[in-house]
Nanobody
Framework: QVQLVESGGGAVQAGGSLRLSCAAS????????MAWYRQGPGKQRELVATITSGGSTNYEDSVKGRFTISRDNAKNTVYLQMGSLKPEDTAVYYCYADRIIIAALRYLGVWGQGTLVTVSS
């Protein structure tokens, strides 16, 4: 069994910063592309940022220059450093991995449980 466990969410004032972490549990051989999604109140879930196993990154336009995605493959962990936060960044943030390999097993489309980020004005 494999799990993605997020941490680091919380409440912050506009202009502040937060760092989210997402760690994969289990005897993992490799993880493919990892990503952060978010779902704001009354909104659909949207892609925030992605990072490949080789470290290539992409960002949703509204977070470019403010958020940084990174990963530590040795720790099977992905991070999202969020800065210059705005009230519209308020959302539940979800970690995602498109592929996790444990021994001969391949897990596709693995989601974390989400962590709430609240930005007040």
């Amino acid at each position: 069994q494999v799990q993605l466990v997020e941490s680091g969410g919380g409440a912050v004032q506009a202009g502040g910063s937060l760092r989210l972490s997402c760690a994969a549990s289990g005897r993992i051989n490799s993880i493919g592309t990892m990503a952060w999604y978010r779902q704001g109140p009354g909104k659909q879930r949207e892609l925030v940022a992605t990072i490949t196993s080789g470290g290539s990154t992409n960002y949703e336009d509204s977070v470019k220059g403010r958020f940084t995605i990174s990963r530590d493959n040795a720790k099977n962990t992905v991070y999202l450093q969020m800065g210059s936060l705005k009230p519209e960044d308020t959302a539940v943030y979800y970690c995602y991995a498109d592929r996790i390999i444990i021994a001969a097993l391949r897990y596709l489309g693995v989601w974390g449980q989400g962590t709430l980020v609240t930005v007040s004005s």
